[in-house]
């Protein structure tokens, strides 16, 4: 048997034995709730590691500017929290959705693009 059937055999039956526990379903949650907020402390993380290598480079940009990214980054930001309750919510969220972070994407380009071109 080749080692990356096996290893979805295994990851298979381990889900199979924490869905039939009782108990199970929650400690599932909990578990992907603790992987979801270290995902989310690392790109934090990240996040503030590259604001630290590139403020020199936010300063130069202008007040203008940098309030226009950190805008549309905020925008964006706030768009994708709520991805699930615009998509449940019908049609017209759905087109707000893709307004915002299509916005929210061009004014980033904007910037970026101003930025580079002197």
């Known amino acids: 048997m080749n080692t990356t059937a096996r290893n979805v055999l295994i990851v298979l039956a381990l889900a199979a034995i924490v869905g039939t526990l009782s108990g199970g379903v929650t400690a599932a949650n909990v578990a992907i709730q603790a992987v979801t907020l270290a995902f989310l402390g690392t790109l934090c993380w990240f ?36 991805t699930s309750r615009m998509w449940g919510a019908g049609g017209a969220a759905s087109v707000a959705w893709l307004l915002l972070l299509g916005g929210a994407a061009y004014a980033v380009f904007a910037v970026l693009w101003s930025a580079r071109k002197y």
């Open 47 to 82: 996040a503030s590691i590259m604001y630290r290598q590139h403020r020199s480079t936010l300063y130069s940009l202008g007040e203008g500017r940098r309030a226009v990214l950190y805008i549309a980054l905020g925008v964006g930001t706030l768009t994708l929290t709520a």
